[in-house]
């Protein structure tokens, strides 16, 4: 097995009395796809929330190649090697997708404090941006405005902003929700067509998606993880397909 | 990138020739305003850095330009010092001020940031008021102007001062269209937007934050130097929250985020207020000469009016009209 790349021991966190991550610990080995999923609720999100350091841990602690990120905000996070795309799209709305695409690379590039020198100059920088739209499937949309572009296409934008930072573990939180099958498709296409050094965890709640990708999977219920294997192991658990499996289908 | 802002330059370049044209045509009272006029553009611009491209909405930027006026008039009246020095010390003072206060502002957001800055802001007035070395609330005069007599230029003379106010308003335009079209400008532009994702890609928010507060609260000092050097004169009631106020007033009437907008604006709002302060402009309406005592409140009604039928205020309402027009015209050749 590799190297282990990312670690997370023991995460807890509670909104009140509402436990919503009760000891989750994850450990992914570097180029794994690994699925995460679990009814409406179970606290996926909000493990990625814990992951990214956009929600703070009530106790726990996360690794990302063998640094402790505990103390680091979702920035330094990100400088580290997380990236992630968002179950709501969360983009630069008023920006074109070029723009936006741009962002990411400025940031990824850490030119982002340049001050001295127009952004159009970068021209490395805007031809990246146009090489990564075309990847994702959205080079006819580079002037348009993020704000007028269908559901799907932000979508796309979504995780497109992920993929842009080249990170050593990707987030994804439902890429493909309400995608259509084109969409969909191309985006899994995508995501196969990944560097094998990228370490990838993703929540699905199309199984074909998750059982097609993910290695292995985790099954978070109420916040714990109810079991953890691989794809076969969790079609053939009794217990999640009455917890989860047998609901969804 | 290409096509963001087109009619940023063009819209300067007309500002500027009408500048250059009412330079011109101004008497002595013209041009104290077109000096007004261009030391508020100032102010604006750097309420606009903040407001309209970084989203930080602040009512109390005054409490910035005040420190600039004070440090202009307390280092050239105290200690002896150049204007030109004076002023430099001016943006340092209020740079570093702001610094001091951003590094508690920037961690609020929203209403939180407008009451930590009102309140500050405040902070600096009530100083001030106190501040028996400056004259307390009775202010302190005898602020004098660069002295360009090495170049033969006699600052006194308000048409040379007034030309020097626009010079220097039109590099400070530039150096902001400049700042605000770099990596940074869009770093502060994605912030208003969306901050938490731009955090997610690694964008170090807070500080970048920060560094615009920063610049911001250096170039209100600037301005503030400048109009202690016009009036001769500084006052707490430059650090009072209604000229924050008036600020954000020129910026959101001028359109948010635009910057030669806020210059526009600032342009406009002295005007207006010229005008309908003046009794005899309502005279030759055929209306009493009344209503003038009453400006405020027309004033009041304009920039609701405003608000109302122009969100994006009047640069944002421009820009509307010539992408209208442009692609009605370009339908047309392609229908053709
Ligand atoms: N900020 C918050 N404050 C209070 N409760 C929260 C907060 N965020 C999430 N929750 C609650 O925590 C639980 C887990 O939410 P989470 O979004 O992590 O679930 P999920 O597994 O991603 O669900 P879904 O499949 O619907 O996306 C839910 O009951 C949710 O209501
Ligand atoms: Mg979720």
């Known amino acids: 097995m590799s190297e282990v790349v990312f670690r997370a021991e023991g995460l807890r966190k509670s909104f009140g009395s509402l436990r919503v991550t009760d000891e989750v610990s994850l450990r992914l080995p570097a180029g794994r796809r690994h699925g995460l999923i679990g009814p409406n609720g179970a606290g996926k999100t909000t493990l990625f929330d814990l992951i990214t350091g956009e929600v703070e841990a009530d106790a726990g602690e996360v690794f990302l190649g063998g640094r402790s990120l505990n103390r680091a905000p979702p920035d330094a996070r990100a400088r580290a090697g997380l990236a992630r795309s968002f179950q709501r799209n969360n983009l630069f709305p008023g920006l074109t997708v070029h723009e936006n695409l741009a962002l990411a690379c400025a940031l990824k590039h850490g030119i982002g404090h340049v001050f001295w020198r127009r952004l159009e100059r970068f021209t490395a920088l805007w031809q990246e941006a146009e090489e990564n739209a075309g990847r994702l499937g959205l080079a006819d949309h580079l002037g348009q405005r993020v704000s007028t572009l269908a559901y799907g296409t932000q979508r796309q934008l979504e995780i497109g902003l992920a993929l842009v930072q080249e990170p050593l573990l990707l987030l994804l939180d439902e890429p493909t929700a309400g995608m259509s099958p084109e969409e969909t498709s191309g985006i899994l296409e995508l995501l196969s067509s990944l560097p094998e050094s990228l370490t990838l965890l993703i929540i699905e709640h199309d199984m074909d998606v998750i059982f097609g990708l993910a290695e292995r999977i985790t099954v978070l219920d109420y916040g714990r993880v109810l079991l953890e294997g691989t794809p076969g192991e969790v079609r053939g658990s009794d217990e999640v397909r009455r917890r989860y499996l047998g609901a969804a289908h | ?177 400049l700042l605000v079209r770099s990596p940074f400008g869009m770093m502060l532009t994605a912030i208003h937007q969306n901050e938490n994702r731009l955090a997610s890609l690694g964008c170090p928010v807070r500080r970048y934050k920060l560094a615009a507060f920063g610049l911001g609260g250096a170039i209100a000092g600037l301005a503030g130097a400048l109009m202690a050097q016009h009036t001769g004169f500084v006052s707490p009631d430059l650090a009072f929250w209604t000229l924050s106020g008036e600020a954000l007033i020129i910026v959101i009437l001028g359109g948010s985020g635009s910057l030669v907008g806020a210059a526009g604006g600032a342009a406009v709002f002295v005007m207006l207020r010229d005008h309908l302060s003046d009794g005899s402009f309502w005279e030759g309406l055929r209306l009493s000469g009344d209503i003038a005592t009453h400006w405020q409140l027309v004033m009041g009604l304009f920039f609701i009016a405003v608000v109302l039928l122009a969100r994006d205020g009047l640069y944002g309402r421009l820009s509307w009209l010539v992408d209208r027009v442009r692609s009605a015209w370009r339908g047309r050749g392609g229908g053709a």
């Open chain 2, 1 to 177: 990138m290409r096509e963001r802002d087109p009619i940023q330059l063009p819209v300067a370049g007309l500002l500027a020739v009408i500048a250059v044209a009412a330079w011109f045509g101004a008497g002595y009272f013209g041009q104290e305003l077109l000096a007004e006029i261009a030391i508020l553009a100032i102010f604006a611009m750097s309420l606009d850095l903040l407001v309209g491209v970084a989203g930080m909405v602040s009512l109390g930027h005054a409490g910035f330009l005040a420190l600039g006026a004070y440090a202009t008039a307390g280092a050239t009246v105290f200690w002896g010092w150049p204007p030109a020095a004076a002023l430099a010390f001016s943006v340092a003072v209020a740079g570093a001020c702001a610094l001091g206060v951003g590094l508690f502002a920037v961690r609020l957001g929203g209403v939180f940031f407008i009451m930590i800055t009102l309140a500050i802001g405040q902070m600096f007035y009530a100083y001030f008021f106190k501040a028996r070395a400056f004259g307390g609330d009775n202010g302190m005069s005898g602020t004098p102007r660069f002295d360009l007599s090495p170049l033969g230029l006699e600052t006194g003379d308000p048409a040379v001062f007034s030309a020097l106010m626009l010079v220097i308003a039109g590099a400070v335009y530039v150096a902001l269209l």
